[in-house]
């Protein structure tokens, strides 16, 4: 295994849950933070945003492509869980995720009229194959065409695919813990990693074949 993958309490050693925190987050964050991911998404926890929730976590995402971590870097993304426990009337629950990818494409995809449609759809199918259930989802699909020019014309035009979204966590306290489904968040970072690698154009895993355990860095 590479040095990269680190063990849970290694990982967890300074970022302990307040004694505060709700339990149905506290719950919620011990999933994440024991995420099962296949070895190309590298996660670390980075600093939560403070005013939109009274509650957050977040974590940041890179995947590497065929070289390895010691090449480029073939997407990105955020993961951002929300959790107010008075509720927030737009979420239709209590405990929200905050997504966002970006992905460098081929350039034959800057004239594709249906790519946007195609960038949804692979986000809902990646929640709808990890069991994610996910409650007034909305996003955007934004394709960033960069063509070169001066001294750079020679070099193709680029082709930049960025997913930000947002949903319900299962829609309430209990199934986005995992108390309720047993689903719980865990499945929608799930959801949201495969999505990461769908845009990054990384194969599959093999069916039978399980991810290798990634610790938060």
Do not use: K, N
């Not at 063509?147 to 930049?160: I, K, M, N, S, Y």
Request: hydrophobic residues 45%; glycine residues 10%.
């Amino acid at each position: 295994m590479r040095a990269a993958c680190r063990t849970y309490a290694a990982a967890m050693a300074v970022t302990q849950m307040p004694a505060s925190v709700p339990a149905a987050f506290g719950q919620a964050v011990e999933q994440l933070r024991h995420a099962r991911l296949r070895p190309e998404v590298r996660l670390v926890e980075v600093p939560a945003p403070q005013r939109i929730a009274p509650h957050s976590l977040a974590l940041s995402a890179e995947v590497d492509g065929l070289e390895g971590p010691d090449g480029p870097e073939v997407a990105s993304g955020r993961f951002v869980l929300l959790h107010d426990p008075a509720g927030q009337e737009a979420w239709q629950g209590t405990m929200r995720v905050v997504t966002y990818v970006r992905a460098a494409l081929e350039p034959e995809f800057a004239s594709d009229p249906v790519l946007s449609d195609v960038g949804w759809s692979w986000l809902t199918d990646c929640l709808e194959s990890a069991g994610a259930r996910a409650t007034a989802l909305g996003g955007t699909v934004t394709r960033v065409l960069s063509d070169c020019h001066g001294t750079l014309a020679e070099r193709p035009p680029t082709v930049e695919l960025e997913i930000r979204a947002s949903w319900t966590a299962d829609g309430d306290d209990d199934d986005a813990a995992g108390g309720g489904s047993g689903v719980g968040v865990l499945a929608h970072l799930q959801g949201w990693a495969a999505l990461l690698g769908t845009v990054a154009g990384l194969p599959p895993l093999p069916e039978g074949v399980s991810a290798l355990r990634r610790g938060l860095r």
